[in-house]
């Protein structure tokens, strides 16, 4: 399932059965939210459909919003979030390993792409909780983009 706006109050949401590519359920909108998907998905599903796994763009509170179904966040969103953060052209060493491991993500398997992530994570969790004190005495990390993707 997902969105697609043209301009900032209309869009097309659309249910797609992955199996067959048949639309399951379209509607046009003014704005999303997650009741709207949790009634589309009810409207589906009262069709007699089952539906077996969900994928979705991980908008706040959707991976959360279907008890009893699978739900994945879609890879190429997740891509688009780590590049928001990232650039597509990174400078520090850290975000370059990063950027990288995170184009396999569609090229490889859970346990390959997790146990990647974990080397990376173990390898740099210095540099990404480096802080710096300010003179009002709070402090920040550093690399929030880098830790944010």
């Known amino acids: 399932m997902d969105t ?3 301009g900032r109050k209309f869009g097309v949401m659309v249910f797609k059965d992955s199996f067959t590519g048949n639309i399951l359920h379209k509607q046009y909108i003014k704005q999303e939210s ?4 949790f009634a589309c998905i009810e409207e589906i599903a ?3 459909i089952k539906i ?3 994928i979705c763009d991980g908008r706040k509170g959707l991976l959360n919003l279907f008890e009893g179904i699978l ?10 979030i780590i590049r928001r953060y990232l650039t597509k052209n990174p400078k520090m060493h ?15 398997d859970k346990e390959s792409f997790e146990g990647g992530l974990s080397n ?9 909780n480096e802080r710096k004190i300010y003179e009002s005495g709070k402090n920040r990390y550093i690399h929030k983009r880098l ?3």
Do not use: P
Not at 94 to 108: C, P
């Open 4 to 6: 697609t706006y043209f």
């Open 34 to 37: 997650n009741q709207l998907h």
């Open 46 to 48: 009262s069709r007699g």
């Open 52 to 54: 077996q796994a969900i």
């Open 71 to 80: 739900i994945q966040m879609c890879q190429f969103h997740q891509v688009a």
């Open 94 to 108: 850290a975000s370059k390993e990063l950027w990288e491991l995170t184009l396999l993500l569609s090229k490889t």
């Open 120 to 128: 990376w994570y173990t390898k740099w969790v210095d540099f990404l």
């Open 147 to 149: 830790r944010r993707a």
